[in-house]
């Protein structure tokens, strides 16, 4: 294109971007100058920097996903998504942070660093990456444990990798295979949530209820065992049951057992559960972590109670 025509159409200039988003290198090959690139994001101007090198043709507050493409941009061809961005693009949650940047994953070799909202993290264990409506990213295991690595307290750790299980349907051997492969940096917190998770726990509640019944000295319950009657019926499947004396523990949370859709549901498998003879101890998330000592004196007195229903012989094994 001759000198000055990018000027007189501007539709041709944006379908070389992203959504807007661009590098000087390719607006230089256009035929804009490299001088005028920087002119037009100055104070009041139509353009604006948003990282060394990207640009974006607009002045308008930049969308998340002109964010990320920048991002994609500045890290150069073999950059990929990586972190919390790439969990929540594969359909996570995630926890929520004081900080909202863009984590990328470069080639050892790649000479970029970290700047403004991008993070960068070299390796030499690229993974083949997986493309969410145009996106390159690290597949869900990578990209999960990559964000857990820089946490230095418990709880996002957790609230993460269970969720990573339940909702993203990762196995935990799968989260361990990929732990092993990397370095030992930031590792110690996700082995530690992970050994809950591999001790039967699918959800966050059910890893803080695994560090209740370690309080209470009662034998180890059977976590997330589905229990059926006679008959090959199903009965339900308890947070942890105590066969020995039929008791039932449910970790009964709203957003998992009392939505509107669900309150239904719940009674149906509490009255499944006195058909047969089995006690259920319910108790809210919320007490594990506020009330860990009164929720293990309740656990045990239910288990007493539940014992002493089978000593009686109503209710045999």
């Known amino acids: 294109m001759r000198s000055g025509e990018w000027a007189r159409d501007h539709e041709a200039l944006y379908k070389l971007s992203r959504d807007g988003v661009i590098t000087v290198a390719r607006l230089v090959e256009f035929g804009v100058p490299k001088s005028t690139c920087f002119r037009r994001c100055r104070p009041g101007r139509p353009w604006q920097r948003l990282l060394p090198g990207v640009l974006l043709l607009g002045s308008g507050r930049p969308t998340r996903r002109q964010l990320v493409d920048a991002a994609l941009l500045y890290g150069g061809p073999g950059a990929i998504v990586t972190g919390l961005e790439a969990c ?12 909202d940047g863009v984590r990328l994953l470069v080639p050892a070799s790649c000479k970029v660093s970290s700047v403004g909202y991008v993070t960068v993290e070299r390796t030499t264990r690229m993974p083949r990456p997986v493309v969410v409506n145009g996106v390159a990213m690290a597949p869900l295991v990578r990209a999960a444990l990559d964000e857990c690595r820089r946490f230095t307290v418990y709880e996002p750790v957790r609230a993460l990798l269970t969720e990573a299980v339940q909702r993203g349907g990762l196995g935990p051997e799968a989260l361990i295979r990929e732990l092993e492969a990397g370095s030992d940096r930031g590792s110690a ?28 000295g009662l034998p180890e319950p059977q976590w997330n065992h589905e229990l059926r009657d006679a008959g090959g019926r199903y009965i339900g499947t308890p947070d942890g049951y105590f066969r020995k004396v039929r008791l039932a523990w449910e970790i009964d949370s709203y957003d998992f057992h009392f939505a509107r859709t669900r309150y239904a549901g719940t009674l149906e498998r509490n009255s ?12 809210l998330p919320s007490r594990l972590r506020s009330e860990p000592g009164k929720v293990a004196a309740e656990l045990v007195a239910a288990y007493d109670a539940a014992g002493s229903r089978q000593s009686s012989s109503f209710f045999p094994d």
């Open 88 to 99: 929540r693009r594969q359909g996570l949650k995630g926890p929520r942070l004081a900080s």
């Open 189 to 216: 917190l996700p082995r530690e949530v992970l050994s809950d998770v591999l001790g039967g726990a699918r959800s966050v509640a059910e890893i803080d209820a695994m560090a209740v019944w370690r309080r209470t």
């Open 272 to 283: 499944r559960y006195t058909a047969e003879g089995i006690l259920v101890l319910q108790t």
